[in-house]
């Protein structure tokens, strides 16, 4: 990934971190159109999941949820957490009016395309 294009992984806000939250991993690709964010979110349904942009921030929570059957209790659990927080700086170079989510199989999607400003172009060179 290159400066221009850069994601930056941002704090949590002081209200979030009053709350403790598992941090999904997340990869980021870039190609020459915008990058693309795979998060992995097991046990997250997608109504449970909430994406925003605000200003040059990406935010993403969800909420875990995994059934449990009603006369079962768990004798050892690994993940006591039930939310997933993430939060990403987006560069001015990515147009965030144009971000784009799907979510399937417990992996969210999100895809954010270069403004046009910052695709690239060929130029036309004339004769002269």
Known sequence: ?????????????AVARNEPALLPPVDVIEDASGITLY???PGVSRDQ?????EGDQLSLEAALV???PKDMQA?????????YRR??????????DQVSAE???????????KAAHAQPRKIAVQVG
């Not at 990934?1 to 806000?13: A, G, H, I, L």
């Not at 004798?75 to 939310?83: D, G, M, W």
């Not at 939060?87 to 965030?96: M, N, Q, V, Y």
């Open 87 to 96: 939060a990403f700086t987006l560069s001015k170079e990515l147009d965030a």
């Open 1 to 13: 990934m290159n400066t221009v294009t850069q994601v930056k992984d941002k704090e949590p806000s």
């Open 66 to 68: 995994l059934p449990v």
């Open 39 to 41: 998060a992995d979110l």
């Open 75 to 83: 004798t050892h659990a690994e993940v006591n957490l039930s939310q």
């Open 103 to 113: 979510m399937s199989q417990g992996v969210l999607r999100v895809r954010i395309p």
């Open 49 to 53: 999941l909430t994406l925003r942009v």
